[in-house]
């Protein structure tokens, strides 16, 4: 069967038929994905009953698998899924949802934030794929902002204001917006900013966008305050209505997006229900700015 992608929404997200995930992908089909997102950012394949192996082994056909390291509170003994797994599910080892105050839990609500995925590292992730295997009775979408669309509305003078700008991103920035900011010094250490170029250029398209995360907290020369106060008026810019698709989730989807030219952000479900989501990732390339030495 041959891939169709349709755009559904805004231009930037197109739905695909004729891929089945529980097979391995031809070279045409990995081609026909490649290119799919280099012109849509973000794709979307419904009813897919793929289980672990096979979401890896699909993962694997795009590009170098990206591990999750020590991103977020969950210790090592505690995942419920490989490293090659991002758990943003709201389950704990046993499948159970955690706890209203967990720390885990309310650390993870960063991901209601927009952001782009891993910008709090030094090279940040370039797809990242997300399954659905089960999802709440109400709430739980996914919206995508497209940074491309965003970058080109700016005015001129913005677009030369911000063209050389470099932002810190850490999981510390984003969460302190929600006034999450206990942590340990082994956590606060791991956590330390990286640095990202604020405008992008995407290497196939050659289309510049804004990369733009909530874990942006500083830009390199600049006062906070002003800093802060430019990558919040951008951010609100980048996600007007124009620029964002809501994903109303069914049981089977894996929706993929290009976190170069894309943020996103979850919305609210009711807590104790279960919300089993497994993200996979494919790494990026290459830093996008040189890092600050080692203090
Ligand atoms: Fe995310």
Known sequence: MPVTIRQIGPCFVGEVEGIDMTRPLTSLEVEAIHAGMDKHAVLVFHDQPIDDAQQLAFTRSLGEIELTHN????????????NTFADVSNLDQNNRPFAR????????????????????KAVPAKYSLLHARSIPSKGGNTEFAYMPAAYDALDDDTKRLIEDLVCEHSQLYSRAQLGFTEYSDEERERMKPVRQVLVRRHPTTG??????????????????????????????????????YAHKWRVGDLVMWDNRQTMHRARPFPAH???????????????????????
């Open 71 to 82: 991103t977020g509170l969950r210790a090592a003994s505690e995942y419920r899924l490989p």
């Open 207 to 244: 289309r510049k966008s804004l990369y733009l995360a909530s874990h942006a907290g500083a830009i390199v020369g600049w006062p906070m305050p002003e800093a802060r106060a430019l990558l919040r008026d951008l951010i609100e810019h980048a996600t007007q209505p124009e620029f964002v």
């Open 101 to 120: 105050d967990d720390r885990r839990r309310l650390f993870s609500l960063g991901n209601r934030l927009w952001h782009s995925d891993s910008s709090f």
């Open 273 to 295: 229900e279960p919300r089993d989501v497994r993200r996979t990732t494919v790494a990026g390339d290459a830093p996008t700015a040189a890092q600050a030495e080692a203090a």
